[in-house]
């Protein structure tokens, strides 16, 4: 059950405490407040936890600072969406605001190879006034005898160049929980130029102890991507790790599926799941065609596959689009064949734009015909 206090009630309240004692006076139920970042406002929600099922929920609606009370559905408790339960879980992060309704871009390096690659990179992206990028550190490899990351090395030239081109935020991956304080150490000693999301490869999809790493913490929000070879709803549960936690901060990437019946792309493309998880769940959603398609040919139209998935995930709603980029893909460590070149990366955006403008167009449309719609 989840109980929502009306605004401005904040967790350390006294009208939360009142809400917690008197939940956790009945036999095995544990309560837990959280603050959301919904998509319109800051809210309080109290979850009750355990032995919830037969818990009267008139006591809870009758305190004059609750303003609902949600019955949860036994799935998906942190980050689903409820009956009854509109707002949509958003956050915002070095100034830049992620939910359901917002769109971002994240063009960058698969893997950091060199200083001067890195600064073609984000001049590049000053340019068309982009302030969010990729750039691994850490990448998990198939074969050990490739190219693992520059690891903490490369961390200062990253964030003092992050700094120096107005980047606000890089999505790099963590294999492994003590990355996360190899980054904190690093931004703090660069003076916090930059800020970092985590993300979470889709080979650690379900590394549980990971997940309650980057859950455990606050300070960076963490991009999940979906596991390759598992199904949709056990994906949704990992996030559901990261989320109980302690962090609700989750962007949920779709990034294609193993499979052999997607070739000749690498990987199956899975964008049609875009509303699925928007309807399932309260996160904003992003695709990644880079990692999907894995390389660069183009249909008939002269549109590269990386741009036409791109679209298919845009055009049903995604949030974000993590995309890989490379000044001079012949040198890239990692990824270079779906790396796109910076002489590309105006258009991209431009096209990626158009449609996620058709996409704003589709949803007026509906409300047109069907103005009760949600
Ligand atoms: C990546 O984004 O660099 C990456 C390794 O992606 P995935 O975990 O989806 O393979
Ligand atoms: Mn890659």
């Given at each position: 059950m989840i109980i929502v206090m009306k605004a401005d009630i904040l967790p350390e309240s006294p009208e939360v405490a009142q809400v917690i004692r008197l939940a956790e006076r009945y036999p095995n139920v544990k309560a837990d407040a959280r603050k959301i970042q919904g998509a319109t406002r800051v809210l309080t929600e109290v979850y009750l936890l355990g032995s919830t099922a037969t818990l009267p929920q008139e006591p809870f609606e009758e305190f004059p600072a609750v303003e609902k009370v949600i019955r949860i559905r036994e799935r998906y408790r942190s980050i689903g969406r409820h009956e009854g339960q509109v707002e949509a879980i958003g956050f915002t992060y070095r100034g830049i605001r992620f939910s359901q309704e917002d769109f971002h871009i994240f063009p960058g390096l698969c893997a950091v190879d060199s200083p001067e690659n890195t600064d073609s990179m984000f001049r590049a992206l000053q340019t068309l006034?982009?302030?969010t990028t990729r750039a691994g550190a850490y990448k998990p490899r198939t074969s050990p005898y490739d190219f693992q990351g520059h690891g903490k090395t490369c961390l200062p030239y990253v964030f003092e160049l992050a700094g120096k081109y107005g980047i606000q935020i890089i999505a790099m991956e963590v294999t492994h929980e003590g990355q996360i304080g190899e980054i904190r150490d690093a931004l703090a000693t660069a003076g916090h130029p930059t800020g970092v999301m985590l993300q979470i490869g889709t080979r650690n999809a379900q590394n549980f102890e990971l997940l309650k790493a980057v859950g455990q913490q606050q300070e960076f929000p963490v991009l999940f991507k979906r596991g390759m070879g598992i199904t949709l709803d056990e994906s949704l549960n990992a996030c559901e790790y990261v989320a109980t936690a302690g962090n609700s901060n989750i962007i949920f990437c779709l990034r294609g599926m193993k499979t052999q019946l997607g070739e000749p792309h690498r990987n199956l493309v899975d964008f049609g799941h875009v509303p699925v998880v928007r309807r399932l769940t309260r996160l904003p959603v992003c695709v990644d065609p880079s990692h999907a398609v894995g390389k660069k040919a183009a249909a008939p139209d002269g549109i590269l596959d990386i741009q036409h998935v791109t679209?298919?995930?845009?055009?049903?709603?995604?949030?974000?689009?993590?995309?890989?980029?490379?000044?001079r893909p012949?040198?890239?460590?990692?990824?270079?064949?779906?790396?796109?070149?910076l002489e590309e990366l105006a258009y991209f955006i431009q096209d990626t734009e158009l449609v996620r403008r058709a996409y704003v167009e589709r949803c007026k449309l509906r409300a047109e015909f069907s103005p009760t719609a949600s």
């Open positions: 006034g982009i302030r679209a298919q995930g845009v055009i049903a709603g995604a949030n974000m689009v993590l995309v890989d980029f490379h000044p012949e040198q890239a460590l990692c990824d270079g064949p779906q790396a796109l070149l």
